[in-house]
């Protein structure tokens, strides 16, 4: 028998040395859409882009990486 299951999305964000780990806001929104509603509490998302979805530990997960100040 098949089994299927719905995998809950996070969005990977490195902020000030740290990766932190926010939430899906929304299960409709896509995935520029939650990016768009966290750029007001980390302003860094809007010069970010969007990588994955990647499954690890029955999740999808999306990175949003910048290379805004970095140098190199």
Not at 6 to 12: S, T
Request: proline letters at 6%; charged letters at 25%.
């Amino acid at each position: 028998m098949i089994v299927t299951a719905k995998l809950e999305r996070v969005f990977l964000l490195k902020h000030n040395q740290q990766e932190r780990t926010l939430s899906d806001p929304s299960s409709n929104f896509s995935p520029q859409e939650v990016m768009n509603f966290y750029a007001g509490t980390y302003p860094i998302l809007t010069t970010s882009k969007i990588e994955g979805p990647e499954i690890k530990d029955d999740r999808l997960e999306y990175r949003f990486t910048t290379t805004l100040g970095t140098k190199g």
